[in-house]
Structures are given as C-alpha cells and as structure tokens.
C-alpha cells in the first residue's frame, strides 16, 4: 500500500489544484524505516477562495479521512489559494524538528 499515492490520487480528484506537493516527513520521526504516517501537505486551489483556514483543513480532511482514521499519525496542511500562492512566492514552512520519542537526559 502506498499512503503517499492514495493521498496524492484523492487531493488532485477533489481539489483540481493547480500545485500540489504530498511530502512523507516519516523518516523525521521515530517510526520503522519505510514508514508512512506523517505527511506534509501544500494544497493550492481556487476552492479555497472566500475559505477560512478552518474550513480548507476539514474540506482536506474530510477527504482524507479514511487514510486520517487507519493510517496517518500526523498531516500538516498548507492550504492556500492562487493569490495567497503567489504572495509566499512558492516558499513553504519548515517542518518543525521531532521531539517524540527521543530520550531526555537529567
């Protein structure tokens, strides 16, 4: 199974954006090699127009929410329309660094 594809396959059918990018951050993380279950997602369509930010999370979710229920640990979305796109000049956030899973030392 390819979490990354089946993301891709349903964002493009249901958004028709005109950027996409399904980043598997997985191997940033303490999970098995190979793993797929933390995403980055930049989203840039013109349904997001007029939307609010709350609102273009749970369209992307709703979407997803099979892959959210059984196999994905954490999404991290970036939804913008052609306007906002524009103005960031293609420059998305970092992701920031994971703590999880890493041992503290006293």
Known sequence: MNIQHNIEQKLLAHFQPAHLQVINE?????????SESHFKVVLVTTK???ERLINRHRAV??????????HIHALA??????DEWH??????????KC????????
């Not at 979710?61 to 059984?70: G, P, R, T, W, Y």
């Not at 103005?87 to 920031?96: F, K, V």
């Open 48 to 50: 997001f127009t007029g």
């Open 26 to 34: 997985s191997f940033m993380h303490n999970v098995p090699a190979g």
């Open 77 to 82: 979305l970036h939804t913008y329309t052609h």
């Open 61 to 70: 979710n709703a979407v997803l929410k099979e892959e959210l229920a059984q």
């Open 99 to 106: 703590l999880g899973g890493m041992k503290q030392h006293a």
């Open 87 to 96: 103005h960031l000049y293609g420059e998305i956030p970092d992701s920031p």
